[in-house]
T-cell receptor, first 115, second 111 residues
Framework: AQSVTQLGSHVSVSEGALVLLRCNYS??????LFWYVQYPNQGLQLLLK??????LVKGINGFEAEFKKSETSFHLTKPSAHMSDAAEYFC?????????????FGQGTILTVHP | DAGVIQSPRHEVTEMGQEVTLRCKPI?????LFWYRQTMMRGLELLIY????????DSGMPEDRFSAKMPNASFSTLKIQPSEPRDSAVYFC?????????FGEGSRLTVL
């Protein structure tokens, strides 16, 4: 069984400031981890994913995340926020093999970026 | 390339009516997923198919819900009869490598 906890349903930052969105997971098998972004009235778009290998993963739009097994975390960061980053972000986990695409999502974090 | 196409984008219906949501996955993708998004429960996986075969429907809430995938390019999610608590955004996603590509969703309102 797998679960995801996103700490903070709302995060607010100033433009140019560091973005940090927190995600902790629970998994009975080696996890595959994902971050998705959702803009209003749209579907989800993949930002980045961790499957195996390098624990620091770089994604689109300047985002990156680091898989820390000892902390069961996969926090999302971006050095400098842009107004266009305002959206809802979802962390998700799946097992490998045939259940690779069967994702369990966190509750989401709404990111607000102030001028 | 066209993405995942869902229809209708918006549906308003009355309690007791049948609702059919449609999805056209990305050509060449062999897995298809139906998710439901609500404020209370977030994103929930309802059912997924591999090569048109239902693999896991444990997320389907009740017998009122059914899904089919008659061929590789089309899937339906049907609710009969619909209830107000079914109001949600229903997403279809397809995949070939495990990365999910989502449609823009069908927003269902049951009055």
């Amino acid at each position: 069984a797998q679960s995801v906890t996103q700490l903070g349903s709302h995060v607010s930052v100033s433009e140019g400031a560091l973005v940090l969105l927190r995600c902790n997971y629970s998994s009975s098998v080696p996890p595959y981890l994902f971050w998705y972004v959702q803009y209003p009235n749209q579907g989800l778009q993949l930002l980045l994913k961790y499957t195996t290998g390098a624990t620091l993963v770089k994604g689109i739009n300047g985002f990156e995340a680091e898989f820390k097994k000892s902390e069961t975390s996969f926090h999302l960061t971006k050095p400098s926020a842009h107004m266009s980053d305002a959206a809802e972000y979802f962390c998700a986990v799946s097992g490998g093999g045939t259940s690779y695409g069967k994702l369990t999502f966190g509750q989401g974090t709404i990111l607000t970026v102030h001028p | 390339d066209a993405g995942v196409i869902q229809s209708p984008r918006h549906e308003v219906t009355e309690m007791g009516q049948e609702v059919t949501l449609r999805c056209k996955p990305i050509s060449g993708h062999n897995s298809l997923f139906w998710y439901r998004q609500t404020m209370m429960r977030g994103l929930e996986l309802l059912i997924y198919f591999n090569n048109n075969v239902p693999i896991d429907d444990s997320g389907m809430p009740e017998d009122r819900f059914s899904a089919k995938m008659p061929n590789a390019s089309f899937s339906t999610l049907k609710i009969q009869p619909s209830e107000p608590r079914d109001s949600a955004v229903y997403f279809c996603a397809s995949s070939t490598t495990g990365e999910l590509f989502f449609g823009e969703g069908s927003r269902l309102t049951v009055l």
